[in-house]
């Protein structure tokens, strides 16, 4: 069983202080997640390649970038000189086995991310070539939406995937994820949490990364 990590959403984060919101949580998260929105794909607009570089300039944490687009193969490469560690693109948008290769040819970790009402199915044949796979557990677009349990049943069907075919991909869960809900997503096989209101709406972020893995690791030992 790989170790829990956590990832805080920088989307939920004071973007005219990032630089402060991301040192708060640099000693207990493990990345970061940059929620990447086109106002295509998702009904709104965040940011891209420019404050990833910023973001890259002022902490030593993995950039994990979930792109939010419909022409990610356009900017995968900007995102990869900003500082991009690793790069999630949606299967929703077709071309994966592209977009996969374009990613693994720039160096980035590769992430194939799926929305809540898409099948496993749809994933599936990816699996092997990927790092890791993203289970929204919420419709993209904003942050504070609820947790969507019926997601679940993806991420054991992923978790049943990776043991039996014995990958290395780690399964990622992004939306709504707070205390409440990270044990679930655990006990399911999640090993891999993004949250954002859930650090840094909260009044000592980096506590609150510490409840979130504390509680996730409670869920797994029970
Ligand atoms: C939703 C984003 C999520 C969002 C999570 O479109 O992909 O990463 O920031 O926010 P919370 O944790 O508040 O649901
Ligand atoms: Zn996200």
Sequence with gaps: MPPLSIAPSILAADFAHLADAVALVADTADLLHVDVMDGHFVPNLSIG?????????????????????????????????????????HVEIGDTAELIKQMRDLGLGVGLALNPDCRFDAVKPFMADIDMLLVMSVFPGFGGQSFIAD???????????????????????????????????????????????????????????????????AALAA
């Design 49 to 89: 390649p420019p404050v990833v570089k910023a973001l890259h300039s002022v902490t030593d944490l993995p950039l994990d970038c979930h792109l939010m687009m419909t022409n990610p193969g356009e900017y995968l490469e900007a995102f990869r000189q900003a500082g991009a560690h690793s790069c999630t693109v």
């Design 151 to 217: 997601v679940l049943t993806t991420v054991e069907a992923a978790r049943d995937l990776v043991a039996v075919q014995g990958l290395p991909t780690v399964i990622q869960v992004d939306g709504g994820i707070d205390t409440a809900t990270i044990g679930a997503a655990a006990a399911a096989g999640a090993t891999n949490f993004v949250a954002g209101t859930a650090v840094f709406g909260q009044a000592n972020p980096s506590e609150a990364v510490t409840a979130l893995r504390n509680t996730a690791n």
